[in-house]
């Protein structure tokens, strides 16, 4: 089992910056992927970024591509997501994602924190 909780959602002015953390437990962190999703009200959830879990590559979706940064710090069981240049289409609640199953690419996430609210204002 792995757990896996959010942090550092809130409300930001259009143009801002915010920086999410997830931390993890319950199995090593350094073997698995992790990614972040979002879902905006009414919309399906969708990828935003991942990360492999010797941070070597990252990939993100064409919406935040130069915008957002992901990292992770094995030490600490957490990866991060780095939102700059933020605008209300950036509203929703994100997810961090586990991929316990796979190093890398094609990821598929099994275990999913709670998710924290991102709200931005124009």
């Known amino acids: 089992q792995v757990q896996l909780v959010e942090s550092g959602g809130g409300l930001v002015q259009a143009g801002g910056s915010l920086r999410l953390s997830c931390a993890a437990s319950?199995?090593?962190?350094?073997?698995?992927?992790m990614g972040w999703f979002r879902q905006a009200p009414g919309k399906e959830r969708k990828f935003v970024a991942a990360?492999?879990?010797?941070?070597?590559?990252?990939y993100y979706a064409d919406s935040v591509k130069g915008r957002f940064t992901i990292s992770r710090d094995n030490a600490k069981n957490t990866v991060y997501l780095q939102m700059s240049s933020l605008n209300p289409e950036d509203t929703a609640v994100y997810y961090c994602?586990?991929?316990?199953?796979?190093?890398?690419?094609?990821?598929?996430?099994?275990?999913w924190g709670q998710g924290t609210q991102v709200t931005v204002s124009s």
């Open positions: 990360i492999n879990r010797s941070a070597s590559n990252t």
């Open positions: 994602a586990a991929d316990t199953i796979n190093a890398d690419r094609p990821f598929e996430f099994d275990y």
């Open positions: 319950g199995r090593t962190f350094s073997n698995y992927a």
